[in-house]
């Protein structure tokens, strides 16, 4: 009994450090700059350029759209990979194109800090915001901005070991 106890306390504890990994005032501080970043230069928000979005899969949506570029956020310039969620299940090419707005589900966003940022995970930041620009948050109420770990450990099965699906290209 007393054995489950403390086994529960652990599992407590643990799962708070887990949350405590990603989403603090940190992580979403950093997360509001670069969504600024990305609106000034119209890569998000009202008026955002558009390209021609594809079918998708799981978790992303049915339809996306990718965009590769560079950002600089507090004299960091590294690379930004934007990828745009459309939905719902059955949504067309013509739909989205016709209305965005009513079909945009979320807009999930990599960023690469700083060398020795996330060296386990390519010094990747992670992020989920709403179309309005805030953050998803987990089920648990956690932000997703920073190392969140739904995010990595799917990437990190990508090819090629830069937790990129679409491509091995070596972005900066
Ligand atoms: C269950 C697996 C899975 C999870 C979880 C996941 N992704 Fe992805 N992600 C993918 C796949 C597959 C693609 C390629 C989709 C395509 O065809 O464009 C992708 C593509 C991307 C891309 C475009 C760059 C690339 O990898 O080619 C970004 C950016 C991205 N995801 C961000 C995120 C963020 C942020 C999260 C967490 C909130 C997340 N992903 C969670 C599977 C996942």
Redesign the pocket.
Not at 163 to 167: E, G, Q, S, V
């Given at each position: 009994m007393r054995l489950v106890m403390i086994a529960s306390a652990l599992g407590l504890a643990a799962g708070t450090a887990f949350a405590q990994d990603f989403g603090g005032q940190e992580d979403q501080d950093y997360a509001r700059q670069l969504w600024q970043n990305m609106e000034e230069r119209n890569l998000a928000g009202e008026g955002a350029v558009q390209a021609f979005p594809y079918p998708?899969?799981?978790?992303?949506g049915v339809m996306?759209e990718?965009f590769y570029t560079d950002a600089t956020v507090d004299g960091h310039t590294g690379a930004l990979?934007?990828?745009r969620n459309y939905g719902p299940e059955g949504v067309t090419v013509d739909q989205v194109l016709d209305n965005r707005g009513d079909h945009l589900a979320a807009v999930?966003?990599?960023f690469r800090r700083v060398e020795g940022y996330a060296p386990e995970s390519g010094n990747w930041f992670?992020?989920?915001y709403l179309p309005d620009g805030s953050l998803d948050e987990t089920p648990e109420g956690t932000p997703?901005a920073g190392m969140?770990q739904?995010?990595i450990?799917?990437?990190s099965t990508?090819e090629g070991e830069n937790?990129?699906?679409?491509?091995n290209a070596d972005l900066n």
């Open positions: 998708g899969t799981d978790p992303h996306l990718t990979v934007i990828k999930t966003v990599m992670w992020a989920k997703i969140a739904g995010c450990s799917c990437h990508a937790y990129l699906f679409t491509t």
